[in-house]
């Protein structure tokens, strides 16, 4: 057990609570073999769900606590009243050592803000940010923020470019990740000001990424760049269209092949390929948002997640304690900051 | 050729320009009787395409320019100098009662900045939007504004809700569209302050829709509410990553089926069902904005289209044209402001 991973997991987060974080981690303690839950929440409602599911049950410990962070709580509430709440605790436990990382389905801001006063952020960085990978036809691509920033100036855009940059050279193995910027086109004289202004600061000054300009909607599941920067009120959107139109696509897909004999036949036949397609595109198995810029590993699940999407999100935090990264990330950054003078007063002043 | 619809044909818009714009109004002229167009640009590139579309040169007027509006011209000078443009030339020809609709596919600011002063807005009206209809599962919605404002305040918000409420009104022939506010969640703590603040005045005041409350981008495409409001940054950047996801959905499908003969036989038997469903969720058959809130119809196709994209923008506008729609919600709205004292600044003050 010395060696095995330690997920916390915030179990009554969510739009649909215990009833799907459970079966989530069930699904990932199904076929992992190192892993230890710390489960925490509602005894009264984990319980009887645990019964249920006998693998998780079989490595996890239940940590009781009554109180929760509601949906509609404001962060600013949630920082002030959510002492002892499932999401804190499993924030705390990883502040303490106790678990390699924290995560949670729950309200994003509430846990953004706590995670930012408990984790606390690596020197020089402002605001965390919410990266997710995107599949692309050409590679993954990495997106941030997905929304834990609504509003944002030109200069937090820039230090988004830079974590998600560290994170995309740890993620895809490459040196020098491209990072395009999310904008209403790729002329320059279009978007919003934050956009524009992060724009000259990135080709203004050295950081660990070639930027490439602005990029638009249509890039984001190409896999053209590494990294696409954007402010967490777009970034949110894109992500939430593109969840969107997936489903949409799916389900017309399915009904199309079902008013049809023949094409059912059809469809039958191609079931592998149509399996191999799925797995490619089924946006539940992307989910999972890591913020970035703190100093420990939390993964936030969309909230709207079933138990096959929290999953994802579960496997992405185990990958990542594994793998090392946020510390990696931490270390770059900070050396960044600090030594390469980036984002220097001077550069984004002028 | 009275009763005929008459399209002015901005012949030099959009990435492609000239050797897109004529095949997609081929396209149109291929299976529509009744339709005459005026094809605004330089003869030099017209005539040699014209020559190998026939159909078109058969219904269709070259008016020589060789001024064109480019891609990174900031609307303000192509305001200034864009006098006798392919561009304004086409606006022009609908103020003069010469077309019926002008479609184009170039500069979104530009087409925008001179369609508002040459067609001029609606009484009460403080800026145009683009709308479009999107494809649900449930069925139509009407998006706006998807790119012509990036930066709104909540009044500007309230008014999109009343231009795109009239439009599905006509469209969707339903007496009370549901209205809904693109947001990043549903709770009424988040998002900026123009929606939160457009939300307070759709829930105080009558306007022709019924106020849903916000919708994530999740919802654009499952046909739950008929009209979802935006800014232009969010809509536009939504509209493009719906139209991306679709694009590398319908590659990995096709990449999927033909990397596994069995799957290729499957995928043969199911063609008409994939027919059908590729007809459904292809956004090239979906693309055409309308600026709503003109004297005047105006559609625009994204400037990366192809021409069986550029051909839908080109539908659209004859459907447009044949309806009255312009017209009547042209007399709604302004009946609206003046009447119904909407907006009314007591209920936005408060």
Known sequence: MATSIKIALDAM????????????????????????????????KILPILAKNRKLRAVSTVIHTEKFIGNDEKPSTALRNGKGSSMRLAIEAVRDGKADAVVSAGNTGALMAIAKIVLKTVPGIHRPAIASI????????????????????????????VLGAVFAK?????????????????????????????????????????????????????GEVDVIVSDGYAGNIALKSIEGA??????????????????????????????????????????????????????????????????????LACNLAREGYIQTISEDIGHLMTQETLLAEGAYRD
Chains 1, 2 share one sequence.
Do not use: W
């Open 13 to 44: 987060g969510g739009d649909i609570g215990p009833e799907a974080v459970l079966p989530a981690a069930e699904l990932v303690a199904k076929n992992t073999t190192d892993i230890h839950f710390l489960l925490y929440g509602d005894e009264a």
């Open 134 to 161: 995107f599949p692309g036809l050409k590679g993954q691509t990495i997106m941030l923020d997905l929304g834990a920033n609504v509003l944002v100036d030109a200069e937090n855009l820039a230090q988004f470019a």
């Open 170 to 222: 740890a993620q895809k193995k490459i040196a020098v990740p491209s990072v395009g910027l999310l904008n209403v086109g790729t002329e320059d004289t279009k978007g919003p000001d934050h956009v524009k202004g992060a724009a000259n600061i990135l080709a203004n000054v050295d950081f660990p990424g070639h930027y490439k300009g602005f990029v638009e909607g249509t890039d984001i599941m190409t």
């Open 246 to 315: 997936g489903k949409m696509i799916a389900t017309s897909f399915k009904n199309s092949l079902s008013s049809d004999p023949l094409a059912l036949i059809g469809g039958l036949l191609s079931a592998f390929a149509l399996k191999r397609f799925k797995n490619k595109v089924d946006p539940r198995l992307y989910n999972g948002g890591v913020f970035l810029g703190l100093n420990g590993i939390c993964v936030k699940s969309h909230g709207g997640s079933d138990a096959l999407g929290i999953s994802s999100a579960i496997r």
